[in-house]
């Protein structure tokens, strides 16, 4: 078998695959209210986008298939617990067949719906990074490649607001959709970044992070955060280099900024921090996947 716990190794890289369509198959915006949906795309043939938005903790959760895929594989990126109901009827609506649900990283403002999801719709794997030392059914790294049908989401790695946050890039090539989208959590956020003084976080690896693994990708790469509290939806790598106030200054100057910020105690922190480290819910059974060599 080549298939094992949805993951496909491929020997000559160090990149890991995870896709779990059968073989036949694979081997062959708008904000809006909480109760409602986007309408906006991504402009390809290949890739469904919604962007929608969960308001009392200013959340964007994504939705993305391959709609060119007979079977319409799906995921969802930072599923809020109180809108699932809401994610999964327009799951339902359209017609798609959804695989994944995941997160950028442990949030600490809201209960994931991962682990919700899980219980309502059989089959649906939780996706975090192995970094955040929390449980999911597969935990990934940097490198690894994130399939649905045949469109991927590449893993960077990019802590520093937490120790396992990570950003999903959609992937390169003539087959993927043009201009790239990075869904960056809270790392990057448009016009600012996640705060650095609690769960972790590292002012310096921050500034790391977005500059080596967000800033390197091509300038018109989509930035799609986590959180939003402006009322902005979308930026760009290139606008953020020219207009973002902390990460257009020199490390020091960073650090000197994030030193002063003077932040309130996340009000949800002792909530959601415990529950998301157990996807959402309070006792996951099932031990995670982790990496397997051929």
């Not at 962007?51 to 939705?63: A, I, R, V």
């Not at 690894?144 to 959609?170: A, M, N």
């Not at 091509?218 to 606008?239: C, L, M, N, Q, R």
């Amino acid at each position: 078998m080549l298939l094992r716990v949805n993951l496909i190794r491929i020997a000559r890289s160090p990149s890991r695959f995870f896709n779990p369509l059968p073989l036949q198959s694979k081997l062959g915006s708008l904000r809006m209210a909480t109760a409602g949906y986007t309408t906006s795309s991504h402009p390809s043939r290949k890739l469904l986008f919604r962007q929608l938005f969960e308001k009392e903790s200013s959340t964007y959760t994504y939705l993305l298939a391959d709609v060119s895929h007979p079977e319409k594989p799906a995921l969802l990126i930072d599923p809020v617990d109180k809108t699932v109901e809401r994610d999964l009827n327009l799951v339902k609506e359209l017609g798609l067949k959804l695989i994944y649900a995941m997160n950028t990283h442990v949030h600490a403002d809201h209960v994931t719906g991962t682990g919700l999801i899980k219980s309502k719709v059989p089959g649906v794997k939780s996706i975090i990074s192995k970094a955040s030392q929390s449980k999911a059914d597969l935990l990934i790294e940097a490198g690894d490649k994130i399939y649905i049908g045949d469109l991927f989401l590449e893993v960077r790695s990019t802590p520093g607001h937490t120790l396992g946050c990570v950003t999903y890039v959609t992937g390169d090539g003539p087959d993927q959709p043009q201009p790239r989208m990075a869904f960056t959590g809270d790392a990057l956020l448009i016009r600012g970044c996640g705060r650095t003084d609690f769960q972790g976080g590292s002012s310096h690896e921050l500034y790391k992070s977005v500059h080596s693994q967000i800033f390197t990708l091509p300038k018109d790469t989509s930035i799609y955060p986590a959180h939003d509290y402006k009322g902005f939806t979308v930026s760009t790598v290139g606008e953020e280099m020219l207009y973002n106030p902390r990460l257009t200054k020199d490390e020091e100057g960073f650090k000197k900024i994030m030193e002063n910020l003077n932040l309130a105690y996340p009000k949800m922190i002792d909530v959601a921090v415990p529950a998301n480290m157990v996807c959402g819910l309070q006792d996951l059974s099932s031990k995670p996947a982790e990496a397997v060599s051929n």
